[in-house]
DNA sequence: ACATGGTACCTTGCATCACAAAGTACCTGT
DNA sequence: ACAGGTACTTTGTGATGCAAGGTACCATGT
């Protein structure tokens, strides 16, 4: 295990919730989802979007339709089902919970930091 | 694919940095881990916990001993070894980046709504 | 001595999923 | 035709959360 690694196990998961946001604003294709998650400091490459979209698309979450292109193929635009929507706000419910979970964790370890290594004066 | 399923992929990763966390506070065994991270609202189970212990001790990030116990089975006190240090810290760039990221999409996407479904009348 | 219950740690098997790499298909310009 | 760019798909691998079941140690009551 290294670095890397962990830091791959860390994505999983917000992955899925981050490109539901995106397709939330409205119809977006597989590279607009790149740029955006990229802009965003989410590094993602094809072989990870793709299969998870067709997850996602057979989750009945997402549906597609298919649009010519005027400089190449034709593109899948997504867009999100009612299904989809409500997946969606329990995900960032979740992701609440989970940010505010990871930082009573932190706070405790930065009390407990404090407490054992002060170079303050004990106060009695 | 469910929800439920969907929350346990959003926890992965982040299990391993909490229990960093808490092991980097001083000695504690498997059950002060697990109510640790339960009382932060993170449920964990000892089929989880164990083979994590045991794989960040192969990474060498962790270290143990065995203390006897007054009432039942010795107990493997756990500590960080001091790549366990490094390693932490770089987990906790990494979280603060991922919520960061996670931020910026979130905030984009609101962004978004209001402009769209806004009631207010058009400024011009 | 023995049985019982509680505590603590370990192992096996399964399903999921990110990723790399290679492949298929469409369109435009020359 | 052919080359280059864009877009979507497939296959195989490795990692890992989890449920379920197992092993082992200890104290207590009879």
Redesign the interface.
């Known amino acids: ?3 890397e690694n ?9 992955l ?3 490109i539901l ?2 397709i ?3 119809e977006v294709y597989a590279s607009d989802m790149l740029d ?1 998650l990229t802009s ?3 590094m993602v490459v094809e072989g990870t979007l793709y299969p998870l979209l067709t ?2 698309k ?2 009945g979450w997402l549906d597609y339709k298919w649009v010519e292109s005027s400089s190449g193929p034709p593109r899948k635009y997504y867009v999100l089902t009612n299904e989809g929507k409500v ?1 969606l706000d ?3 419910a ?2 609440f ?6 930082q ?3 706070h ?2 930065e009390e ?2 404090n407490t054992d290594s002060t170079i303050l004066p004990d106060p009695n």
């Open positions: 295990m290294n670095i962990a830091q791959v196990q860390m994505r999983k998961g917000i899925e919730f981050c946001h995106i939330s604003r409205g955006e965003a400091q989410i997850r996602l057979n989750s997946f329990a995900m960032q979740t992701w919970e989970l940010a505010q979970s990871v009573t964790i932190i405790r370890t407990l930091s």
